[in-house]
């Protein structure tokens, strides 16, 4: 598997660091206020279960799942619901965690998606951020890192369904994507 990676991005101290980094912001910014993390499967599991366990107020955890890519490095653009949330986040304050924006084609999607079950604030984050790529009106609350144009794998971020378990990001080599 590792001679299919061309450069690690991020390594697990560095990765470490940043997510602790963005528990303690959201953990200050909500401190006052319950907090309902939805992560958006299955590319967050990771990111997730690092945040989730540095933060230092109490939350709830849903999970939905959506399919905008399947298979293909290029997304459809349409994005469908497959497991939506269970907890009913009427008046309660949401938290969208996402391992990557990309075009914020399901991050648009999402929040809109959500806003109809109204919920009294929505804000999100995403560890990682393709911000010269983004097509779709967005905003981003926290962000763990900006990152160019690359085909990124690991720390839950998969190609056709592999990589998922490397502990570190790094950047797929081209001819095993295109
Ligand atoms: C990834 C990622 C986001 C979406 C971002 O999911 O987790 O949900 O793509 O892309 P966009 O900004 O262009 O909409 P993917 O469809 O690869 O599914 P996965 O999380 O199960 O790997």
Do not use: W
Request: proline share 2%; charged share 30%.
């Amino acid at each position: 598997m590792l001679h299919k990676i061309s450069a690690i991005l991020f390594d697990e101290n560095k990765i470490q660091r940043r997510v602790s980094d963005l528990a303690a912001q959201i953990s200050k910014d909500y401190e006052d206020n319950d907090l309902v993390i939805i992560a958006v499967l299955k590319g967050s599991f990771v990111f997730l279960a690092d945040l989730c366990r540095c933060f230092t107020i109490p939350i709830e955890i849903d999970f939905i799942a959506i399919s905008s890519y399947g298979d293909s490095a290029v997304s459809s653009g349409k994005v469908t619901v497959k497991k939506d949330i269970d907890i009913d986040i009427k008046g309660k304050h949401v938290l969208i965690v996402e391992d990557i924006v990309d075009t914020g084609i399901s991050l648009q999607y999402l929040c809109d998606h959500l806003l109809s079950r109204m919920p009294a604030s929505i804000k999100s984050c995403t560890l990682l951020d393709k911000c010269m790529k983004h097509e779709a009106d967005i905003k981003i609350d926290y962000k763990g890192f900006d990152i160019d144009d690359e085909f990124v794998v690991g720390y839950g971020l998969d190609y056709a369904e592999q990589f998922r378990n490397l502990p570190y990001i790094g950047i797929l080599k081209e001819e095993f994507y295109k």
